[in-house]
Every structure is written in C-alpha cells, then in structure tokens.
T-cell receptor, first 115, second 116 residues
Framework: AQKITQTQPGMFVQEKEAVTLDCTYD???????LFWYKQPSSGEMIFLIY??????QNATEGRYSLNFQKARKSANLVISASQLGDSAMYFC????????????FGPGTRLSVLP | GAVVSQHPSRVICKSGTSVKIECRSL??????MFWYRQFPKQSLMLMAT?????????EQGVEKDKFLINHASLTLSTLTVTSAHPEDSSFYIC????????????FGEGSWLTVV
C-alpha cells in the first residue's frame, strides 16, 4: 500500500500567486516526521520544510508553509508568492519513528510557474 | 542547513567497467547514509542504507554484489557500480543523517551515470 500519496502529477500556477501541493500519508506509528523536498531539473534534492507528528503548530520556512491536518493524515505544502525559480518536482516524504530509518517518498508533483 | 557533497556529478563509463560515486558530509558526522536511484520522471527508490562501520542493508531486489557500498568513516560513503551495464544508467543520489541535524535528512547533488 502507498504510504505517501501525491495526487497531483502536475500543477500550474501564475507567478506571484500561492499554490498548494497535496500530500496524504498512511502510518500507524504515533511518532513520525513529514518532509518536503524540491528537485529542480539539475537533479539535486533540496530540503524545504519539516513537520513532526507531535508539533503543535504548522511548520513555516519563508515562503513555504505546511498545512498539517493530523486527523486527515495530510501534510500539504503551501508556496506563497510563487516565483519562476519554484518550477521543479516536489516530493513529500515521511519517516516513521522518532529516529527511524524508514524513509519513504511520494511520487512527486511537477510544479510549473507561469510568467 | 547541513551540506552533503556528491562526486562526480556526471560520469560516463564503458560497459564492463566499474565506477565509484562518493558521498561526503561536509559539516557533520553522518551516522547513516542512504543511496537512492531515480529513473526518469519517477520518485526516488531506496537502494541501501549504510551505517558507519557496518555492512550496508540492501533493499529487496538490489544486487549487493553489483552495487558495493562502503561507509568507512562518519563523513564518507561510496557506491561502486561494478561491471556496469547500460541498464545501470541512471541518476544516483545519496543522503545522510546525523544527530546534529536532528530528524532531517540532507541530500547530495546526485550523480548522473551513463554506461555506453
């Protein structure tokens, strides 16, 4: 069974607008971490944001915020004021356990920012 | 954030030869390093997990004799693709975790391997 689901294979957004990338996850472990990574065409993976399962507040990092809805098991990434450089693949990932090494990725969403 | 460096970024080798890819954590001690492979337009596929000083744990379906992983120090892990074949052409990326960076895993830049 898929542990991480990203239902949007591709997304378009106008420059300067906000966009939400969906991510739902499945785990029975009460302790887990959720991550978002950006992969530009060059291939490198860039860490964007982290949300722990016990964190009370939604994580924010600059223009990135994570809309964490624990009961719904969703961890959507919100990018505000989109820039052309935001065009890339975005991967949602989950690690189960406090220091677990079981790290799984979603299939990714390709975001294209339009001028 | 923490820095993980991967080298080479691109390599072309002949069929039957071996090629080594290095993954270094530059500013922290990486107790665990991960090696992934990514096919075009697909997500990352975990190949193996290596803990410093011990043998790597390979995922099902990954040939351990073909993809040799060494994690001899807390800052260096290597992936050696032996007897390379054109089907081994792919994007390989490493990541590392360490106590100083908490729960986050940081990735290297990745390596494009082309076997001709």
């Amino acid at each position: 069974a898929q542990k991480i689901t990203q239902t949007q294979p591709g997304m378009f957004v106008q420059e300067k607008e906000a966009v939400t990338l969906d991510c739902t996850y499945d785990t029975s472990d009460p302790s887990y971490g959720l991550f978002w990574y950006k992969q530009p065409s060059s291939g490198e993976m860039i860490f964007l944001i982290y949300q722990g399962s016990y964190d009370q507040q939604n994580a924010t990092e600059g223009r990135y915020s994570l809309n964490f809805q624990k009961a719904r098991k969703s961890a959507n990434l919100v990018i505000s004021a989109s820039q052309l450089g935001d065009s890339a693949m975005y991967f949602c990932a989950m690690r189960e356990g406090s220091y677990g090494q079981n790290f799984v990725f979603g299939p990714g969403t390709r975001l294209s920012v339009l001028p | 954030g923490a820095v993980v460096s991967q080298h080479p970024s691109r390599v072309i080798c002949k069929s039957g030869t071996s090629v080594k890819i290095e993954c270094r954590s530059l500013d922290f001690q990486a107790t665990t390093m991960f090696w992934y492979r990514q096919f075009p337009k697909q997500s990352l596929m975990l190949m193996a997990t290596s803990n410093e000083g011990s043998k790597a744990t390979y995922e099902q379906g990954v040939e351990k004799d073909k993809f040799l992983i060494n994690h001899a120090s807390l800052t260096l892990s290597t992936l050696t693709v032996t007897s390379a074949h054109p089907e081994d052409s792919s994007f390989y990326i490493c990541s590392a975790q360490g106590q100083v960076i908490g729960n986050t895993i940081y990735f290297g830049e990745g390596s494009w391997l082309t076997v001709v």
